[in-house]
């Protein structure tokens, strides 16, 4: 089972953050230091009302931002888990390139995990699984890639640019009526 100061931050606080103030969100994650102090505060959140020995350290907590399928992406570095529904890597996948004009245009990001799972751990690493959160549903997307190797936050991205496609053709075609 979870640690519950891992699952609160992963599944509970921090995508509810970003889709509650999704413009914001995206640029104080874009800022370094308000990125550190954002992420620090949240993982501070997710602790509170949890006994002193069941706290997780910080330990790899970090951001890195990426472009996966043509959208921005911020992929979270989440401290290592120890039991199933902990993730590896969290990501933030922002569809839009633009900052919304006024709150009503604000798109809520798509909100992705690389979840530990059950299974032998190998030479090729430990299993793990594709999560998206839409809203309060959880849906499990299938195997990602082996966790514990040096390429695994860029195979997430992969499986990420998959799952995604590529960017919907927003340009309305020319089109030319000749007469004759």
């Known amino acids: 089972m979870a640690r519950l100061h891992s699952y609160n931050f992963t ?5 509810q953050l970003a889709w509650r103030r999704p413009a914001s969100v995206r640029r104080e994650l874009s800022d370094p230091y308000l990125a550190r102090e954002l992420l620090q505060y949240v993982w501070e959140k997710a602790a509170e009302n949890i006994p ?3 706290k997780v350290a910080p330990r790899g907590l970090r ?13 979270l570095h989440l401290p290592p888990p120890q039991a199933t529904m902990e993730a590896y890597f969290s990501a933030l996948v922002y569809e839009e390139d633009d900052e919304p004009e ?5 798109k809520r990001p798509r909100y992705f995990t690389l979840e530990a799972t059950l299974g032998l751990s190998g030479p090729a690493g430990a299993p793990t699984q594709i999560g998206e959160w839409a809203g309060d549903t959880h849906r499990h997307l299938g195997r990602g ?12 991205l992969a499986v990420l640019a998959a799952v995604l496609g590529p960017l919907p053709d927003t340009e309305v075609p020319f089109m030319h009526i000749v007469r004759s």
């Open 145 to 156: 890639p082996a966790a514990g190797q040096p390429d695994t936050a860029a195979a997430f």
């Open 11 to 15: 599944h509970v606080l921090l995508p």
């Open 102 to 106: 006024t709150e009503a245009d604000e």
């Open 63 to 75: 951001l890195s931002w990426h472009e996966v399928a043509g959208r921005a992406t911020a992929l």
């Open 52 to 54: 002193a020995p069941d």
